[in-house]
């Protein structure tokens, strides 16, 4: 694939670039305001679960599809940002869905009450490995359902971050082989 980022000219790398930014902050702002606006309903164990399933094959499909538009991109650095400005939100709103469902469904889950902003900031807290301490699961499913978000934060910041690099790899130079 030739790299025809160079030929373009410069209005229209700027709005490439300008796409590349405004279409995943909608996304970011449009999954932020369905978090905080919408109808959530109480969750018993087995729903967690499911939920929490559902987020992980939601990312899941979502980076396979992301890894296509990559390889098919011109532009595939600004297709690989815009991916992870679309994963990491979906990834962070399905999780903190899930902690605000199961500290309705039962209030001793964690240490205090968990409004949607205190869902989200924990959520956040586990993801980036900061964990203040202000916010602790306390029973065993809670524990067990963070301890699954922690290993799939290190998979979403390992291997996804992995298959995206190789992605824009690949459709740079054409299509080479990913090792």
Avoid: H
Wanted: glycine share 8%; proline share 3%; hydrophobic share 50%.
């Amino acid at each position: 694939m030739s790299d025809s980022r160079n030929s373009l000219p410069g209005r229209a790398r700027r709005a490439r670039r300008r796409k590349a930014v405004v279409r995943p902050t909608l996304t970011a702002a449009v999954l932020l305001t369905l978090y905080f606006v919408a109808p959530l309903d109480e969750l018993d164990d087995k729903g967690s679960w499911l939920l929490l399933a559902g987020v992980f094959l939601a990312v899941g499909v979502v980076i396979a599809w992301q890894f296509q538009r990559i390889l098919q991109s011109t532009a595939p650095v600004l297709q690989a940002a815009e991916a992870l400005a679309v994963v990491v939100p979906l990834y962070l709103i399905g999780c903190s869905v899930m902690y605000y469902l199961m500290a309705e469904a039962s209030p001793d889950s964690f240490s205090q009450s968990l409004s949607r902003m205190g869902s989200l900031y924990f959520t956040v807290t586990v993801l980036s490995t900061v964990g203040f301490g202000d916010i602790v699961a306390v029973t065993a499913t809670t524990r067990a359902v963070v301890t699954v978000q922690m290993l799939a934060n290190l998979f979403l910041l390992g291997i996804g971050g992995r298959i995206i690099f190789g992605a824009v790899e690949r459709a740079r130079t054409g299509g080479a082989k990913l090792e």
